[in-house]
């Protein structure tokens, strides 16, 4: 099984404490689902740097990732299955996922 890497980009974070745990929640009901698929189930992030040959600028790169989770699947069809009912995606969020490759 390989590992797969998903960002969270839009949506926003919630915007009172009934939606964060209306949010927590559905996430908690997604993780349930998937089970031992997700490896990690990863944290929000706050802000951000971009580091380039440039130096270091503070900001974001293109899409900035809200948060990310680990899952583990046979391939990236399959990673992309156990993601289609995210809970962040009905939020008019987008995840993006990837395939993780181990150093030789």
């Known amino acids: 099984m390989a590992k797969f890497l998903v960002t969270y980009h839009g949506a926003g974070a919630p915007r ?13 009901a997604w993780v349930n689902q998937v089970g031992s698929a997700l490896v990690d189930p ?8 971009v580091v380039s040959s440039e130096g270091v600028a503070h900001g974001v790169a293109v899409g900035p990732a809200a948060g990310y ?5 046979d391939d990236l069809t399959a990673a992309a299955e156990l993601l289609r ?5 009905g939020r008019g969020g987008a995840l993006q996922v990837s395939q993780t490759i181990s150093p030789a």
Do not use: R, Y
């Open 69 to 73: 989770s680990i899952v583990e699947a």
């Open 42 to 49: 990863g944290a929000p992030l706050g802000g951000s740097a």
């Open 16 to 28: 009172n404490e009934e939606e964060k745990q209306q949010a927590m929640a559905a996430f908690m």
């Open 85 to 89: 009912k995210h809970p962040f995606i």
